[in-house]
């Protein structure tokens, strides 16, 4: 088992930035491929970012390539997710994810979540 707990989001202007983090435990934190996934109100939970083991892998959707950066401590079990040039349309709950399945340019299904963090971003 493993169990993720996020936090840093919150409410901030358009053009404005955030670092969502995710502190892992339970089972071996540097055994998972992580990822990040959101969900806006009235859409389905949508791929955001994922890392690899090490972090030498990174994957990313298109909506937010060159303003999310995703990476992991494994010394300190945690995830982190640099959300820089926020939009409106970036406004959701954030779920961190853990023992992610990613192939190609994305990833899929998880075993393990978070409970999520609202992150709210304004005109």
């Known amino acids: 088992q493993v169990q993720l707990v996020e936090s840093g989001g919150g409410l901030v202007q358009a053009g404005g930035s955030l670092r969502l983090s995710c502190a892992a435990s339970?089972?071996?934190?540097?055994?998972?491929?992580m990822a990040w996934f959101r969900q806006a109100p009235g859409k389905e939970r949508e791929f955001v970012a994922g890392?690899?083991?090490?972090?030498?892998?990174?994957y990313y959707a298109d909506s937010v390539k060159g303003r999310f950066t995703i990476s992991r401590d494994n010394g300190k079990n945690t995830l982190y997710l640099q959300m820089n040039s926020l939009k409106s349309a970036d406004t959701a709950v954030y779920y961190c994810?853990?023992?992610?399945?990613?192939?190609?340019?994305?990833?899929?299904?998880?075993?393990?979540w978070g409970q999520g963090t609202q992150v709210t971003v304004f005109a």
């Open positions: 994810a853990a023992d992610v399945t990613c192939s190609g340019s994305r990833c899929y299904a998880a075993n393990y």
């Open positions: 339970g089972r071996t934190f540097s055994a998972y491929f």
């Open positions: 890392i690899s083991w090490g972090g030498l892998s990174q």
